[in-house]
């Protein structure tokens, strides 16, 4: 056992060095060379209190912003965070997240991806970035950590306008034979620089999907982040006691058959499964079966799957590249699509061609679109012409009659819905309606189209029907980002775990404790940065022992002290929001949850939401909550927060 060694004046262990604050108008940053700047400790409490990644995340972007700002003002803080067992020989930990307020629902925005910009942004220093403020004119963010000394990092803004409009892989290219391929890059496409409300921040063909994180990058007119990292190792405050748990741990994952079954296939089985378990949502959540959706099942994509991808120090490799040797769509690869992105260009919008999927999937990478909310917007769409709700006359002046009457709105027709991703991204025609997301555009069309836009606080709801599992549907209700299944996955429902106790998903109540506990849960793997595919085999107390090992602090080795510092993290997101005016009003699901029984759900046929509140109150209970969803002073000061 190590003793226990006190934070600051540098950081512990397997942090980096600190967190770096970057104002986007500092003229120092655009002087030729740039400046130069060393990532600073964060108050001693952090460490304890919040660990790192999320923690850290949550905890700054609280104390950065000023509520009330407007999500695409410079004044939006934009915050990136790595975890303290990120680039160590810890597998599935090197992930990275985004913070900052969503222009796409104006609550909390969290958006996490892989690859290796996180390990390069460990080895250049740096366990957190914060930019605020916006460039003057389209333009890069270099952060030179190539000499190595950690006070010799330099940050430059250079203009850039000969990347305007490139896509993701253009600009990627281009800015890699700039500055060299030991350069790791974050950047956004055209979705980005044209403010769509759900673009992504793309890092190779990885993306930081949801909530708009790209959106307020090119707010701040900024196109990529380039990190040159030095030759670095991170070494554990005991080595000894890490490398035990790190091969402990490798033995047992490599014989347990979810590690195979990632590596083979990635999520993409979960198409058949959700199907078979009466939880896929098809045509905008109307039914939960379609013809042809066997084409959507894991040999079709065997088929057409040339390699794995991994993210930096993974032993899974879940990444399904894909290649369409056949068909119209030739030529057409994509590294993905995952279970939910197939979905979302699939079933959602009608589509069982697994090659027009992957075409659509590389084109949302390319152009910097979340898959999933852009899906759930042209199914939203398609739903609405279906029933006779959009046309010329009802988008009035904001949509060209040409936009709507030239294309074919018919479920499943992959030239239309490729055409629909470009316009999103153009914003051209209905395009710049869908670029709104669906909350926003139902509320311009109004006549009765909010009841078919499909979102929790504005965020498009992912693949799995609420209705089907109602922890799991609930828990989009209640989740600090809106509707997404990364915020608390019920696997209790969804895979029968029995952890903390088994759960039937078609109860209607008792839900609300163990929606509590799966977002703390998640909480506690996010200040680590744990991938979810990467967790086989993994448990908490391993959990706290890397923690513990990796950075010395006894504290964060004990179950309890992480449980209630899972619970913190939980609840100063729901601050956030309430500091932003949310309350229960906003822990809702769209109507049709509440009055539609589910058709052709196999098991799941009627079922509905039936007892939404009495969640919510069970929820709200767990986590000491009022009943309008806001934390009690009572349950700030238990948690430190007050
Ligand atoms: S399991 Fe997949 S997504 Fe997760 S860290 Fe490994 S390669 Fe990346």
């Known amino acids: 056992m190590s003793a226990s060694i006190p934070p600051g004046p540098g950081l512990p262990g397997t942090y980096a060095g600190g967190l770096l604050a970057l104002s986007l108008i500092d003229p120092d940053l655009a002087r030729t060379g740039g400046a130069r700047r060393e990532p600073a400790p964060p108050p001693e409490s952090w460490v304890r209190d919040y ?40 597998r599935g930990f090197s992930r990275w997240i985004v913070m900052t307020r969503s222009p796409l629902t104006g609550a909390l925005a969290r958006s996490v991806c892989g690859g290796d910009f996180g390990a390069a942004l460990k080895f250049a220093g740096i366990d957190g970035l914060a930019l605020t403020g916006a460039a003057a004119e389209l333009s890069v963010l270099v952060l030179d950590a190539s000499a190595g000394d950690p006070g010799a990092l330099r940050a430059e803004l250079v203009p850039a306008g000969e990347l305007q409009g490139l896509d ?9 034979k700039k500055y060299g391929d030991a350069a790791k890059i974050a950047c956004i496409g055209p979705a980005g620089e044209n403010l769509v409300r759900y673009a992504t921040i793309t890092h190779g063909t990885r993306t930081a999907s949801r909530c708009g994180v790209g959106t307020v990058m090119g707010s701040k007119n900024l196109k990529a982040l380039v990190v040159i990292p030095p030759r670095r190792r991170l070494e554990a405050a005991d080595p000894a006691a890490f490398e035990t748990l790190v091969r402990d741990h490798y033995e047992r994952m490599k014989v347990h058959p979810r590690f195979a079954n990632m590596r083979t296939a990635g999520t993409i089985p979960m198409t058949e499964k ?4 009466g ?27 040339t390699g794995n991808h991994a993210c930096w120090g993974c032993a899974t490799r879940c990444g399904q590249v894909h290649h369409v040797r056949f068909g119209p769509f030739a030529g057409e690869w994509s590294e993905g699509p995952e279970y939910e992105s197939v979905w979302a260009l699939g079933p959602e919008v009608g589509l069982v061609d697994p090659a027009a999927i992957i075409a659509a999937d590389h084109l949302c990478d390319r152009l910097g679109l979340d898959t999933i909310s852009s899906g759930v917007c042209i199914g939203f769409l398609f739903e609405l012409a279906q029933r006779g709700l959009v046309g010329p006359a009802e988008t009035g002046g904001l949509v060209s009659p040409e936009a709507v009457l030239g294309l074919d709105l018919a479920w499943g027709d992959a030239a239309t819905i490729l055409e629909l991703l470009r316009m999103i991204a153009s914003r051209e025609g209905i395009g710049d309606l869908l670029a709104e997301g669906t909350r926003r555009a139902a509320e311009t069309l109004g006549g009765g189209t909010d009841h078919y836009a499909m979102h929790a606080k504005g965020l498009e709801l992912p693949a799995y029907d609420p209705r089907g599992a109602k922890a799991h549907g609930m828990g989009y209700a209640v989740s600090n980002i809106g509707g997404s299944h990364m915020y608390g996955y019920a696997r209790q429902e969804i895979s029968a775990y029995q952890e903390p106790r088994p759960l039937d998903p078609q109860a209607d109540t008792e839900k609300g404790d163990v929606i509590a506990w799966n977002q703390i849960r998640k909480a506690i793997e996010e200040t680590l940065i744990l991938c979810n595919f990467a967790d086989t085999a993994m448990d908490l107390p391993f959990l706290a022992g890397t923690l513990r090992s990796t950075t010395g602090i006894e504290e964060l080795g004990d179950l309890d002290h992480l449980w209630l510092l899972g619970e913190r993290i939980v609840t100063l997101e729901r601050q956030f929001n309430v500091r932003e005016g949310f309350s229960r009003a906003d822990d ?16 799941n046929t009627g079922e509905f939401i039936r007892e939404p509140d009495t969640i919510l109150d069970e929820y709200y209970a767990a986590l000491g909550y009022d009943d309008q969803g806001r934390p009690t002073p009572a349950t700030l000061e238990r948690l430190g927060l007050s």
Do not use: C
């Open 279 to 305: 939880m896929l949502s098809v045509k905008n959540f109307q039914t939960a079966t379609l013809p042809g959706l066997e084409n959507l099942y894991t040999d079709a994509f065997q088929a057409m799957k």
């Open 51 to 90: 660990a790192g990644g999320r923690g850290w995340g949550i905890r700054w972007l609280t104390d950065l912003s000023t509520p009330g700002t407007d999500p695409l003002a410079p004044q939006n803080p934009l915050v990136f965070v790595t975890g303290p067992l990120g680039a160590t020989k810890a």
């Open 274 to 277: 959700v199907h078979y378990i």
């Open 168 to 176: 993701t892989q253009e600009t990627q290219r281009v800015l890699l």
């Open 588 to 603: 809702r699901l769209p109507e049709r949850m509440f009055t539609e029984p589910l058709v052709d759900a196999g098991p």
